[in-house]
């Protein structure tokens, strides 16, 4: 870093624009350059990874929701039937 920007600093004598030609400059470093690649590359992945989890998670909450239901409509058609074998055994049983 520039020693007049520290001494512009420390003196309270800031130049917004001196700073800003400071930052400029040293955002063209090959090293920045570098780091901040790098750094949109992560997010993008981790962004993409994450929205993938999400649809995962959504998927396999809706399978179960439908093995569930599938579950129930087994359960329900088998007291069905078995009500309507204990009809067909006893017309009088009022409890089927």
Known sequence: MDL????QV???DSNIFYIASCLKSSLQTPFVKAGVASLTIFVAVFLFNWNIHNK???SATSLSDLVDTSGRQCM???RIVKNLLLLAENPANTHS
């Not at 007049?4 to 001494?7: A, S």
Request: net charge positive; hydrophobic share 30%; glycine share 8%.
């Open 4 to 7: 007049n920007l520290l001494r």
């Open 10 to 12: 420390k003196d309270g």
């Open 56 to 58: 995962n998670i959504q």
């Open 76 to 78: 329900l058609s088998q």
